[in-house]
C-alpha cells in the first residue's frame, strides 16, 4: 500500500538550517507530484510546497519563498525539504502527501491530497 | 493567491447530532474543494475531494456541496470519532491554500 515516511525533524536554532526527507514506497513514485504541508501548534494546516513528478515545476508558499528548497531523487523515491534561515514561526509538524487526481465530467483535473505521511516535528528555539 | 474562509473557527455538538461547516473562496474555484479531517499526532484525512465525492472508505455520515465560492461539509449522526478539526483546501490554483479550521468538539 501506499506509504510515505517523513524524517529529519529536530529542535534547531534561529537562522540555522534542516532538511526533511520523505520516503515513499507502494506506488510509481517518479510519476506523482508530492506536497509539503505543515501545521503549527495551535494553527491550521499550512501549505508550504509542491514538487511535480520530473522535477520540473516547483512552487512555494510565500512565507518559505527564498528560504525553503523542494527536490526530489526518484532513484530513491524519496522528496526533499531543505530549510534554511529558519524562523521561529516555522516550529511545526511537517507533512508530505502525494497528490491524486480526479478528472471531472469536463475532463478538468481536479488534486486532492490522498496519501500523507504521519509527519516530522521541527522545533526552533534558541 | 486565493483565501479559504471557514465558519465557525469552533464548533461544540454531542454524539448523533447533525453539524455543518462552511468554507468560502476569495474566488471563484468551481469544484475544485477538498476536506480534510486532522487529529494531532495522526495524518491528516481526506474525506470529500471534488466538492462533493466521499472519498473511499469514508462514511457516509460525511457529505460536501456547493461550487463557486460557498462549499459546505456535513456530518449527520455524530460519533465520537468525529470529533476533530476539519479543513477546506482549494486546488484551483497550482498553490494550494487551506482554510484556518473548524474545530469540532464535544458540548
Known amino acids: 500500500q501506499v506509504q510515505l515516511v517523513e524524517s529529519g525533524g529536530g529542535v534547531v536554532q534561529p537562522g540555522r538550517s534542516l532538511g526533511l526527507s520523505c520516503a515513499a514506497s507502494?506506488?510509481?513514485?517518479?510519476?506523482?507530484?508530492v506536497h509539503w504541508v505543515r501545521r503549527a501548534p495551535g494553527k491550521g494546516l499550512e501549505w508550504v510546497a509542491l514538487?511535480?513528478?520530473?522535477?520540473?515545476?516547483?512552487y512555494y508558499a510565500d512565507s518559505v519563498k527564498g528560504r525553503f528548497t523542494i527536490s526530489r531523487d526518484n532513484s530513491k523515491n524519496t522528496v526533499y525539504l531543505q530549510m534554511n534561515s529558519l524562523r521561529a514561526e516555522d516550529t511545526a509538524v511537517y507533512y508530505c502527501?502525494?497528490?491524486?487526481?480526479?478528472?471531472?465530467?469536463?475532463?478538468?483535473?481536479?488534486?486532492?491530497?490522498?496519501?500523507w505521511g504521519q509527519g516530522t516535528l521541527v522545533t526552533v528555539s534558541s | 493567491d486565493i483565501q479559504m474562509t471557514q465558519s465557525p473557527s469552533s464548533l461544540s455538538a454531542s454524539v448523533g447530532d447533525r453539524v455543518t461547516i462552511t468554507c468560502r473562496a476569495s474566488q471563484s474555484i468551481g469544484s475544485y474543494l477538498n476536506w480534510y479531517q486532522h487529529t494531532p499526532g495522526k495524518a491528516p484525512k481526506l474525506l470529500i475531494y471534488?466538492?462533493?465525492r466521499l472519498q473511499s472508505g469514508v462514511p457516509s455520515r460525511f457529505s460536501g456541496s456547493g461550487s463557486g465560492t460557498d462549499f459546505t461539509l456535513t456530518i449527520t449522526s455524530l460519533q465520537p470519532e468525529d470529533f476533530a478539526t476539519y479543513f477546506c483546501q482549494q486546488s484551483y490554483s497550482t498553490l494550494f491554500t487551506f482554510g484556518q479550521g473548524t474545530k469540532l468538539d464535544v458540548k
Open positions: 502527501a502525494r497528490v491524486e487526481t480526479y478528472y471531472d465530467s469536463g475532463g478538468y483535473p481536479v488534486e486532492y491530497l490522498q496519501h
Open positions: 471534488a466538492a462533493s
Open positions: 507502494g506506488f510509481t513514485f517518479s510519476s506523482f507530484t
Open positions: 514538487i511535480s513528478d520530473d522535477e520540473s515545476n516547483k
